[in-house]
Each structure stands twice: as structure tokens, then as C-alpha cells.
């Protein structure tokens, strides 16, 4: 199949969008169809999609801006592939949205979305490169645009994803993986190993998990752990290209070790290797677990960083990783893609962002972090009126104006060692506060420039300023709610981190134009509002 520019923007003389009464026109044009059809469709970037298809001439390619739009519908209105196929058929707003008023029949068929899904998913895994992100992040630029948003101000927040699986136990975890393997051997017509016959029928889960009381846990787990062994013995070599047999083998690496006899046994719970890397349900080999605000997930983290005008707001931007990622890897990985910055870009976003070395990365960047908490210990005010070098590595004056005699510096804990006048410390009206350690005829001080910095930021945090950016960053986290409750990211119909990252992505293109939509009908006071505003 190869790639062609879909050139069909023009309506012809044939055109359905004739045969309707003007009334009806008066209602498709106030509908999001018009709206899509305006400022989404044309900014969609076919060429980018160009490397999917091959060079060679052929039969072409369904137009990839049908494509993405209807992916975006897809999502803005919570249909099904099959649902959206029809609405392209039946129903004149979809092809309106997608300019297709003017084809004799619609280009989508009953597999063109799925096998262009394949496509993107394919190339990002041989490549890493993210077509559907590139082409979300770009229509949000526009997006941006058309809302006048340019006001240098973001801000950020995280999101647990859920992965669409079972939460299994450990008996289960290993029993599935050993039954899915025996049940590939069966559609392969292997040799089963004497004993394992029961793993193909269709009840044995229940049998060997709950309905075998005459086994205890302990039993019942040492029979699928010899299972498990005898076949990672035998098929070893024959099936490594199988991911049955490869989850197979990581369950057993990650959960068991060898006894004194040879034999499989459970890896303690408190073992070092038992981290939130392991596989949680063969469902979904890339779902991670993390334990959150006293709550257990499993599956995935987003995130979402929005600019923000005077009245609107969009999310500019994203990032998808497994849900053991941390907020502050998370932050400078969007340093990094925002880039440096020609103007002071301020940055919002919560405690868990924060942190000195993601100040100072933000910093060379041009970036201005303000995060809305201060985690760990916090220091005494007074601190923040002591002075260091740019290197942090010398005390210039404290608090009482006095240049210190001797300063020494520890790399390994970052901290200066300062002595001062005893004398003029003594009658320093900020010695209670500071509490220097007193000697015969010096006084001493041990303090870094980490603690200096958080002094400062505790009161920053007093401001009037911070105190309207706290405000403004709130507005963030009703994002994670919008995202479960109405585009329902939670209950995505994939599993695998590449394959729900791109329903991800049109999700949050589809509320964007929402938020689009709610802009527009915000400036237009009239008293008809399209049926997608209310």
C-alpha cells in the first residue's frame, strides 16, 4: 500500500451536503461537525504518517487525516470501531467533520482503524518515534492558537492509568502462565508432558485454584512450580520466540529460586528482587505495580502538562510510561522535550516534582519550577537570608551581615562548615534563631545550600504570588477525573503500554476539542448551543 495526500478537500456539484433544507445546514453548521471540519481536520499533518506506507507504487493508502479524525470522534463520543463506521456511512455530520461529503462511498472499512493502529504501534517499537503523539501535540499547538493561549505559564500533574486486568495472586500468576503455554503446545500438536493434559480443559483453573481442597496452598503451588520446571526444561531452545514461553520463564525467574533439593520454590516476600517491576497478569507483560496515596495500582502513569490563558486552558503535551516512574523522572523528562525557552517559562506543578536538582535543570532551561509543597524536613526561616556562592560551595555572609572566617566544604554531604566572631555572634539579635554552636573563642555553623534553597522556597511559598500560582495549578487536577469519568482511560480496550498509550493520545485530542468546542460556545452567545456543548 502506498502513501498519497488526501486532495478531496473540495466539494462537488454532487456534494450531499445539497440535498439538505437550509434549516438542516443551519444545524450542521452550529454542530462540532462544523467546528472539526474547520480547525481540526485541515491542521492534521498527513505527511508525517508518509514512512507507514511503503515507497513502492500500489494500491493507495485510506486517507490518513479520515484516519486520525475519526479516531478523534471515535473518542470524543465513545463509540466502537464498528459505530463509527456506520456514523460515516448514515450520518451527514461525521462525514461533514471529516470531508467526506463528496466521496461516492465512504474510504473506512470494518479493519482500517485497527490496521492503521498496527501500523503506528509497529513503527514506534522498531523506532521509538510516536507519530500519534507528534501529530496530538501539534493539533494542540493549534488548538492553542485559535484559543489564544500564550501566556508562558503551564502547569503539570500525574495520573495513575489502570491496565485492564485481574489482580492475580501468586499461585494464580504462575498457574496462567504455565497453562498458556501448554495450551500453545496443544494448537501446535506437541507432545504434552504426561500430567498436564488437565491445563487444556476448560474448567481446570477452577479445579486446581479452588476446587481441590484436598491440596493446601503450599501443595498446589509445589505442583505448578514442577510444572513450570519440567517445561522450561524440555522446551527449551524449541519455543524461545514464543511469548508464552518467555512469560513463562520470567514468572518463574522473578517469583521462584532453587531449594536445596533443585526444586522451584516461592522467593520470600521481603527478597530485594521482589520489586514493582514484576509481572503482575501474562495479560499484560508491561503493566507495573505501585502503591500511590494507600492505594494499589497497576498498570500505568500519564503525564499531562496544559497551558493556561486568562479563561481556558489545553494540555499541551504528555507522556506514558509503566506506573513505576516517578514524578521527578516524569519532570525531567518534560524539561527535556520543552526545551530551552527564549522568555521565562513558569512551570506549576506539585511537591513530588520537585527537589534541587530539578530546580536547577529547569533552570538551565529557562524554565522558572514552582512546585505547590515543599517534601522532607523543613527548615528554619532564617536560613533563607544566609548567603552562598554560585557553586554552593561557599558561605558569603549570614544572616547578621558577617563574612564567615573559615568555610570548609564536604563534597560527599554538599555541606559548608563556617566559623564566625564569637563576639559579634554573641550580641547578633538572629543567634537564637541560627543556633551556632558556641566554643571558647569561635562560634561554628554546619549548613548546605540545599537547605538554603528550601528555606527560600518555604518563603516563597508565604507570597502573594505563589499563592495565585497554587491556585492556578488546582485546575490541573480535575483532569485525571474528566479522563476516567467521561473518556473512560481506566477501561481502554487494549492492554500493553504502546497499544493503550495511543488510545491514550486520542483521548486527550478528543478533550481538547471539547475544550475547543466550550470556547467557541462561550464567545458565541446564541441561543441554540451544539448538542457536543451541553
Not at 494542540?140 to 500533574?157: E, N, P, V, Y
Not at 504434552?192 to 493446601?216: F, L
Amino acid at each position: 500500500m502506498s502513501f498519497v495526500r488526501n486532495n478531496s478537500h473540495q466539494i462537488s456539484m454532487d456534494d450531499s451536503i445539497f440535498t439538505l433544507t437550509e434549516r438542516e445546514r443551519k444545524f450542521l453548521d452550529r454542530s462540532w461537525a462544523a467546528s472539526f471540519a474547520d480547525n481540526i481536520f485541515p491542521a492534521i499533518n498527513e505527511e508525517d504518517f508518509s514512512v507507514l506506507y511503503s515507497e513502492k507504487a500500489s494500491r493507495p493508502n485510506t486517507p490518513v487525516n479520515v484516519i486520525i479524525g475519526a479516531l478523534i470522534l471515535k473518542e470524543l463520543l465513545g463509540l466502537t470501531d464498528d459505530e463509527v463506521l456506520e456514523s460515516m456511512m448514515f450520518d451527514i455530520r461525521f462525514q461533514y467533520a471529516l470531508h467526506t461529503t463528496s466521496f461516492k462511498e465512504q474510504p473506512l472499512s470494518d479493519r482500517t482503524l485497527s490496521r492503521f493502529r498496527e501500523r503506528c504501534i509497529t513503527y514506534e517499537a522498531m523506532t521509538g518515534i510516536d507519530l500519534i503523539r507528534n501529530c496530538i501535540t501539534s493539533l494542540s499547538a493549534q488548538i492553542a492558537d485559535i484559543m489564544g493561549i500564550h501566556t508562558g505559564l503551564k502547569r503539570m500533574d500525574s495520573m495513575m492509568v489502570a491496565s485492564n486486568i485481574r489482580k492475580l495472586s501468586r499461585l494464580e500468576l504462575i498457574y496462567t502462565c504455565v497453562a498458556n503455554f501448554v495450551n500453545l503446545l496443544y494448537k501446535n500438536q506437541e507432545d504434552v508432558p504426561a500430567g498436564m493434559e488437565h491445563y487444556n480443559e476448560a474448567d481446570d483453573r477452577n479445579k486446581v485454584i479452588y476446587h481441590t481442597r484436598s491440596m493446601d496452598i503450599g501443595e498446589k503451588m509445589a505442583a505448578v512450580l514442577a510444572d513450570a520446571a519440567l517445561l522450561i526444561k524440555k522446551f527449551e531452545g524449541a519455543y524461545d520466540e514464543s511469548s508464552e514461553y518467555q512469560l513463562l520463564l520470567r514468572v518463574v525467574n522473578e517469583q521462584t529460586t532453587k531449594d536445596e533439593s533443585g526444586s522451584l520454590a516461592l522467593k520470600d516476600k521481603s527478597d530485594e528482587t521482589m520489586d514493582s517491576s514484576l509481572l503482575q497478569n501474562p495479560a499484560d507483560p508491561d503493566a507495573t505495580y505501585r502503591n500511590k496515596a494507600g492505594k494499589q495500582h497497576r498498570g500505568y502513569v500519564a503525564n499531562l502538562i496544559e497551558d493556561v490563558g486568562e479563561s481556558a486552558s489545553i494540555v499541551t503535551d504528555y507522556n506514558y510510561q509503566v506506573n513505576n516512574y516517578s514524578d521527578s523522572r516524569l519532570l525531567k523528562e518534560a524539561v527535556e522535550t520543552l526545551g530551552e525557552q527564549e522568555k521565562v517559562l513558569t512551570l506549576v506543578a506539585d511537591g513530588a516534582y520537585g527537589g534541587e536538582e530539578n530546580t536547577a535543570l529547569a533552570k538551565e532551561k529557562n524554565i522558572n519550577l514552582v512546585t505547590t509543597s515543599l517534601q522532607g524536613k523543613k527548615p528554619d526561616d532564617i536560613f533563607a537570608d544566609f548567603e552562598f556562592s554560585p557553586d554552593g560551595r561557599k558561605v558569603l555572609k549570614c544572616p547578621g551581615g558577617q563574612t564567615p572566617a573559615t568555610n570548609s566544604y564536604n563534597a560527599k554531604t554538599e555541606q559548608c562548615r563556617i566559623t564566625l566572631d564569637k563576639n559579634t555572634c554573641n550580641s547578633c539579635p538572629y543567634k537564637d534563631q541560627c543556633k551556632p554552636k558556641f566554643h571558647k573563642t569561635k562560634t561554628s555553623l554546619v549548613l548546605s545550600w540545599k537547605t538554603v534553597s528550601r528555606a527560600k522556597q518555604l518563603r516563597y511559598m508565604k507570597s502573594s504570588e505563589f499563592i495565585e500560582l497554587a491556585k492556578l495549578r488546582n485546575g490541573v487536577e480535575s483532569l485525571p477525573s474528566i479522563l476516567r469519568r467521561r473518556y473512560l482511560v481506566d477501561r481502554m480496550p487494549v492492554r500493553g503500554r504502546l497499544k493503550t498509550k495511543l488510545f491514550f493520545g486520542f483521548k486527550i485530542a478528543a478533550l481538547n476539542f471539547k475544550k475547543l468546542l466550550d470556547y467557541q460556545c462561550s464567545l458565541i452567545k446564541h441561543a441554540f448551543q451544539p448538542v457536543i456543548c451541553q
